[in-house]
């Protein structure tokens, strides 16, 4: 009778082991939240560029040959009519040699004929030849002279090739690049080295294909562009969009814009700078802080408060932007409604959740509703609030 006892209680204790646990309801979440307020919005735009010269030029030899000097190296600041490079002008010197000994040739065969010319014109006065015959040397003299110009000519060109083998700067400047080194045999046109010219310059930077057209837009108004040059601590400079590609590039999909910004004495080629739009009033929009917002299957959600159940839900919203540590939305919220600013990635749709309370605020404010966030500048829902495009 005792083991039949001992048996039960084991098999009783066996079965309350294996019964399946209660499961534990969800805690109640405390959530920081705000809550939705039409705002009109404008702020500004950010773009990454760099300072390039107004003008740059790719050097080259107007002839063919092999390099033997190289004056200038990577940085140097060169004058107009400074020698660059020079070429192996053996064979340009030979060629104007044999063009300057065709030359001597055609002088004298001119003036052999010229004299056979007078000496007949001479004798047909005279009546002791025909016209025909004055009329070929007539024609021989002109041939001579037809060939004299022409060695006149070569004998130019070839000069101008004998003094094409020293590649001369066309104007001052610092040269930004080199192609070729001395040894190297190169052709006619082929560049050498690059020169930025001295002169005004530009900040190059790339938007996006949907911002060509705000960005053509806010051209026309003075003072919406400026630059600002990383790692000074000066105010920024005021600039004015120069020119703006007409085509996409084919691999980054952007369009590159040129902004003025004139002579500016502390700019250095290659800086690097952040070019500032001033955006146009856009009402209409919100703003929330950046943690609010949650990818989901490739759309932007934010988590909305019911303040009935004080249960979340996902919302999709069109994120336009940001400004800050805050995003600007600019479509999928309405004014008033509760929306979740911290902890977005660890609620589940329906959970419960209470409102967070600061220790340190009144107690009443545990029982209300987040206070309506203050209207506040942000980027436009046209406009990213910063792009970065090289």
Sequence with gaps: MRNLLLVAVAGSALLVACSKPDVAPDPVRAVRTITVAAQSAGGTAEYAGEVRARTESRLGFRVGGKIVRRNAELGSTVKAGQVLAQLDAQDLRLGQDSARAGLVAAQANFDLAQADFRRFKELLDKGFISSAELERRDTTLK????????????????????????????????ITSIDAEPG?????????????????????????EDRVALIKAMAAQPGAFKVRLWGEGAEPLPATVREIAASADPVT????????????AAVRLGQTATVLVAMPQAPG???????????????????????????VKLQP???????????????????????????????????????YVDPGAPAVASAVAPAVASAAVAAPASAPAAVTAK
Excluded: C
């Excluded at 000069?159 to 400047?173: C, D, E, F």
């Excluded at 999909?253 to 500016?264: E, N």
């Design 143 to 174: 041939a001579a002279r037809a060939q004299l110009d022409q060695a006149k000519v070569q004998s130019s060109v070839q000069g101008n090739a004998a003094g094409y083998a020293s590649l001369v700067a066309g104007a001052s400047g610092v």
């Design 184 to 208: 190297m045999v190169v052709a006619a046109g082929t560049p050498v080295l690059r020169l930025a010219h001295d002169g005004p310059r530009d900040v190059v930077f790339s938007v996006p």
């Design 253 to 264: 999909r952007t369009f590159l814009v040129k902004a003025d910004i004139g002579r500016a």
């Design 285 to 311: 929009v919100a703003k929330l802080p950046l943690s609010a917002l949650k990818e989901e299957q490739g759309r932007t959600m934010v988590w909305l408060v019911d303040r009935n159940t004080m249960t």
């Design 317 to 355: 919203v069109q994120f336009a932007g940001a400004d800050g540590n805050d995003a600007v939305v600019s479509a999928g919220l309405s004014p008033g409604q509760v929306v979740v600013t911290a902890g977005v990635h660890v609620l589940t749709p329906g959970q419960k959740v209470k409102f």
